[in-house]
């Protein structure tokens, strides 16, 4: 079996599993996997200058036969010269006091154990005896309860958790010649009895549902293996392209990020479903979370049919909104820390004012007196002109109020704010920070970049002119030039 020893080296250098001197957990069961894993590891050793350290969990499900495997796992580690951390946790106790699915429950104590085993012994890797046949069950398993072309990649050969790397070097041999390893090698290992009870998907899977797919395909295993590897192969290059593009079109704000509704809709329709699920998981959300109809709603919200100002709350605290040709992915528990959020304000602007800071709109108003001859017109939809002389002072600088009207200048009447700010397609989240400049009277005079109102125009008889500009910090956010 020397060719296990050249396979598994070249493997891991290919694979980057792991690097001289590193020192490995190897999570050992008693059963015929794990066993022939720290065997081989063990036989590895030394050419690949690693330390191998055995770990194994007693989940007291089984009694005596739990006791037994543990015993079997120290011998074995023993006789091999390794080190061995072992643990007894009572998984029916923490079952019933949590409420946890057993499978899931066992999963996180164990992976908790093998990671604190880690920190003892300053090592790097985790080692994790999955192979082959559990690769196709795995697939098989997410095909028949619904999966994403991603989730057709199966178990990945390493990955990292908690800044160890989980590894599995026998993820690429199948359960026939792993128990040949052991019989050539003379290794004696346990049976878990749960694995023959069907009250596990997992078990009626590999007893049940394989075999019956193997008379219509006496190769369905390595085909599903041969799937999985396939799809791990495109998942990461679509990961890689859905990473650019994230660098390319997101902006990120301290209270989520945004991008455009054309830079969604100009993708290809997969990678606009990969980078809605990237931007949700950017901005909180686990990715076991994201369903794929969220997703769809989304992408569905972004199209020229759907309405231009639109939210939903996603979950785990995360709120889409479209604000028009903005799309933006919000932390709802942080919106209200940012200086977006809507809030009241108000400051009272005199005569012998010339600059106001407005923090709760990101904002700047200067006001400057001209005196004739006056030249040319605002230069902006952010710059207004006023008599002097004919408004009525204090000047006041707020946000918006239920019932603001204004006299629009080349209308008839008053119209509502609210009506305005739909015409110019304020985004909603800004309609309660922008700032309004009110007279004494509580008339509005203008709405920096919306409106000005007919108010304290400036004609031929002007002697004085109030110049007022505004500029934004978040210039594309907030209102046109």
Not at 22 to 40: E, K, M, R, Y
Not at 149 to 156: C, H, R, S, T, V
Not at 431 to 439: A, N, Y
Request: proline share 4%.
């Amino acid at each position: 079996m020397d060719e296990w020893l050249d396979e598994m080296a070249e493997l891991a250098a290919r694979e980057g599993l792991w690097t001289p001197g590193d020192t490995i957990i190897a999570a050992v069961s008693g059963g015929p996997d794990s066993t022939a894993l720290l065997h081989i590891l063990h036989r590895l050793a030394s050419a690949e200058r690693l330390t191998i350290v055995a770990a194994h969990v007693d989940h007291g499900f089984r009694g005596e036969e739990s006791a037994s495997e543990a015993e079997s796992v120290r011998r074995l580690a023993a006789g091999l010269g390794i080190d061995c951390e072992s643990t007894f946790i009572d998984m029916p106790a923490y079952i019933e006091e949590t409420k946890m699915n057993a499978q899931a429950a066992a999963r996180k104590k164990r992976y908790s154990f093998l990671h604190e085993t880690a920190v003892k012994y300053g090592a790097s890797r985790i080692a994790l005896a999955h192979h082959a046949d559990d690769q196709a069950e795995t697939v098989l398993m997410r095909i028949l309860r619904g999966t994403s072309p991603g989730g057709l990649a199966g178990i990945p050969i390493k990955r990292t958790e908690k800044n160890v790397e989980l590894i599995r070097p026998l993820l690429r041999k199948n359960k026939a010649d792993i128990l040949r390893y052991c019989e050539q090698w003379g290794l004696s290992y346990s049976y878990d009895s749960s694995n023959g009870k069907r009250t596990y998907f997992r078990n009626v899977v590999r007893l049940d549902v394989l075999p019956y797919l193997a008379n219509f395909n006496p190769h369905v295993s390595e085909a599903l293996v041969r799937l999985s590897e396939l799809a791990t192969a495109e998942d990461d290059w679509m990961e890689r392209e859905t990473k650019a593009v994230f660098g390319r079109h997101i902006m990120l704000e301290r209270e989520g990020c945004q991008m455009t509704r054309k830079a969604l809709l100009d993708l290809h329709v997969a990678l606009q479903r990969r980078l809605i699920k990237l931007i949700l998981n950017c901005v909180g959300m686990e990715t076991e979370t994201i369903s794929f109809d969220s997703v769809e709603t989304i992408r569905q919200a972004a199209t020229e049919s759907a309405a231009g100002a639109w939210s939903m709350d996603v979950g785990s605290g995360v709120r889409f909104v479209r604000e028009y040709d903005k799309l933006r992915f919000i932390r709802v528990e942080k919106a209200a820390d940012t200086a977006l959020s809507p809030g009241g304000y108000a400051y009272v602007v005199g005569k012998d004012v010339s600059r106001l800071e407005l923090p709760e709109a990101g904002a700047t108003l200067t006001f400057e007196e001209l005196t004739p001859p006056f030249e040319g017109k605002p230069a902006s939809r952010r710059e207004a002109l006023f008599d002097a002389d004919l408004l009525e002072w204090p000047l006041t600088v707020r946000n918006r109020r239920p019932g603001d009207r204004m006299q629009v200048l080349g209308l008839n009447g008053t119209k509502k704010v609210q009506d305005m700010f739909v015409d110019d397609r304020i985004a909603p989240s800004l309609r309660g920070v922008l700032p309004l400049l009110v007279d004494a009277k509580e008339s509005l005079l203008w709405i920096p970049g919306v409106r000005r109102s007919r108010l304290a125009q400036v004609d031929a008889s002007t002697n004085r002119v109030l110049r007022v500009r505004a500029e934004f910090a978040q210039t594309d956010d907030f209102v046109p030039e």
